[in-house]
C-alpha cells in the first residue's frame, strides 16, 4: 500500500438519498459533500453500510453510489470508504474489485449473517478472500454483533491478523463491549490499526479507552458539535466533553424512545440539513409526521454549549 493520511476523528454514515418513488437520487451527493464538510466539519465518510442501507440496495446500485461519493469527494473529502459486504463472497468480492478500481480509500466488511462464521479462523477466512481482491486498499473489519449475530471478539481476531491480511488496517467497532474494545486499543501498542467507535451516544466512553476516533449516522447532522467535544477531550476539558456526549445523548435518549432507526435517521437529516433524503426502501417505512415534529422540537430545544 501507498502512504496514507491516518484515519481519525469523526466519519459520517452516509445515507442512501432516494427519489420518492424508491430509485437512488444521486444528483444530491454533490450538495450532501458539500454540506458535511462546510456545515458539519466532516472529511471522511463510511457509504453503504448501515445507514446506507447498504444490504438493501442492488450490486449496481452500491456501485453507482461508491462511485459518485469517490468522484463527488475528490478534493474535499479525506477518506471515502467503501463497505463492500454482502451474505456471499462472490458479492463481496465483485464490490472490493470494484471499490480499489474507482480509487476507494478503504473497504470495510460485515461478517456474514445467515450462514454465520462460529469461530475466528472462519471469520478470517472469509475477510482474507475479500481483501484479496483490492490488494492495495486499506481494510477494515465493520464489527457490529447486534445486527449480524457474530460475536467472536475483536481481541481475539486481532490475533495474526496482519499477516493473513496485510491490508488490514482496522475495526468499525460497532458494540457497546468497552472491554473488548479497550483490550484490542492495548495490544496496539504501535498504533498500527485505527479503532472507530461505531455507537454514537457512547463515543466519549470509547476515547477514554483509546479509540481514533468514530463512524456514525448522527455526525450527518451533529457533527459539529461532536467535533466539538473531540476538541474538548483533547484539550483535556472533560466536563466540556461531557455536556456534549450527554446533550447529544438526551437527544437520541428521546428518538429512541419513540422509535428510532434508518427510516428516522433520513427524516432528521432532511430536515437539519435541508438535503431531501427521501423514503428508506421497503421493509424498512418512512417516519411518521408525528416523529418528524416531536424530533425537530427537541432538537430545536437543546441549548449547546457557548451557542454552538
Given at each position: 500500500m501507498t502512504s496514507r493520511k491516518k484515519l481519525k476523528g469523526l466519519v459520517a454514515a452516509t445515507i442512501t438519498p432516494m427519489t420518492p418513488d424508491g430509485k437512488i437520487n444521486l444528483p444530491v451527493i454533490r450538495q450532501y459533500v458539500d454540506y458535511l464538510v462546510n456545515e458539519q466539519n466532516v472529511r471522511n465518510v463510511f457509504v453503504n453500510g448501515t445507514?446506507?442501507?447498504?444490504?438493501?440496495?442492488?450490486?449496481?446500485?452500491?456501485?453507482?453510489?461508491?462511485?459518485?461519493?469517490?468522484?463527488?469527494?475528490?478534493?474535499?473529502?479525506?477518506?471515502?470508504?467503501?463497505h463492500v459486504g454482502a451474505l456471499n463472497l462472490p458479492e463481496c468480492q465483485e464490490l472490493a474489485r470494484h471499490a480499489a478500481a474507482i480509487g476507494a480509500g478503504g473497504i470495510a466488511v460485515i461478517a456474514p449473517f445467515f450462514f454465520k462464521p462460529t469461530n475466528k479462523d472462519e471469520l478470517v477466512a472469509f475477510l482474507q478472500k475479500v481483501a484479496l481482491e483490492a490488494p492495495e486498499v486499506p481494510f477494515y473489519y465493520y464489527h457490529i454483533p447486534p445486527l449480524t449475530g457474530v460475536k467472536i471478539r475483536v481481541e481475539e481476531l486481532?490475533?495474526?491478523?496482519?499477516?493473513?491480511?496485510?491490508?488490514?488496517?482496522?475495526?468499525?467497532f460497532s458494540d457497546t463491549d468497552l472491554l473488548d474494545l479497550a483490550q484490542c486499543i492495548n495490544k496496539n501498542d504501535t498504533g498500527e490499526f485505527e479503532f472507530l467507535y461505531g455507537v454514537d451516544e457512547q463515543l466519549l466512553s470509547a476515547l477514554a479507552v483509546g479509540a481514533n476516533g468514530a463512524v456514525g449516522s448522527t455526525y450527518n447532522y451533529l457533527g459539529r458539535q461532536t467535533n466539538l467535544m473531540l476538541q474538548a477531550f483533547a484539550k483535556p476539558d472533560f466536563a466540556l466533553a461531557q455536556q456534549y456526549q450527554f446533550l447529544t445523548g438526551e437527544f437520541l435518549n428521546f428518538v429512541i424512545k419513540l422509535g428510532f432507526g434508518v427510516a428516522q435517521t433520513k427524516a432528521v437529516m432532511t430536515f437539519v440539513s435541508g438535503i431531501p433524503m427521501g423514503p428508506p426502501r421497503l421493509p424498512l417505512v418512512d417516519a411518521s409526521s408525528e416523529f418528524i415534529a416531536k424530533a425537530k422540537a427537541k432538537l430545536d430545544s437543546i441549548v449547546w454549549p457557548h451557542g454552538n
Open positions: 445507514t446506507g442501507e447498504g444490504l438493501s440496495l442492488s450490486i449496481q446500485e452500491r456501485k453507482q453510489l461508491a462511485e459518485e461519493w469517490v468522484c463527488q469527494g475528490k478534493d474535499k473529502l479525506d477518506h471515502v470508504i467503501i486481532l490475533d495474526g491478523i496482519k499477516a493473513q491480511i496485510p491490508t488490514f488496517q482496522g475495526v468499525k
